[in-house]
């Protein structure tokens, strides 16, 4: 199964803008009705069907699906259908062994985490590999198979994460805001249109 690391995915700047939004936004995410709640899942994760973070407009100005079509396993496919969820671990709290494919059939996506901020040890369990410390700004990249798991945090810093389903074929039962289309035919190639005009904040 694929499993590899993109370190730098996103620079320290970035890793320190998306910690801030991703706080700032979680009580209004967490206000979106959702009658399907996942009692396994810390909360924000659970809203994961509900709201795509790449509709937020401060997630949105990164351009991340960019760089989705720049990797190299990614470079045969000129549409890609994203869900973008956030997590935040707390103290206590874990993201039980899982997988990202559905039970039945369709599974023709990758998923993929990316690690913002928090405690980067213990890491990440990944099967047949063990537990990975986390390094803020990698994005670990894998087959939606792939049984992985995030121990109990321990610490009193919240552990925060985005996590993807970035497929390659479109999902059935395709549905927007959960999953969003993007075209290779719409990148963004011009590196200043990845900038954060509001901020720091209160500049």
Known sequence: MIHLNVHNFINNYEVERLE????????????IPNDNIH???????????????????????????????????????????????CNIVRKGEKLSKHVHAGIKGHNKFFGANLFITGNTKPGTWY????????????????DCKFPHAVPVNKGDIPRVSMAFDIWYEKPLGYEEPRWLTFKREE??????GRCWPDWPPGE
């Open 20 to 31: 801030h939004v991703i706080h700032l936004d979680e009580d209004q995410v967490l206000g």
């Open 39 to 85: 009692r396994h899942y810390p909360a924000l994760t659970s809203q994961y069907h509900v709201y795509n973070w790449l509709q937020n407009p401060a997630v949105a100005s990164l351009n991340l699906p960019d760089r989705f079509f720049d990797m190299k396993v990614l470079q045969p496919f000129d549409e890609l259908y994203i869900q973008c969820w």
């Open 127 to 142: 099967e047949g590999i063990g537990t990975v410390e986390n390094t803020p700004g990698t994005l670990t990249f894998f």
């Open 187 to 192: 990148l963004i190639t011009d590196p200043m």
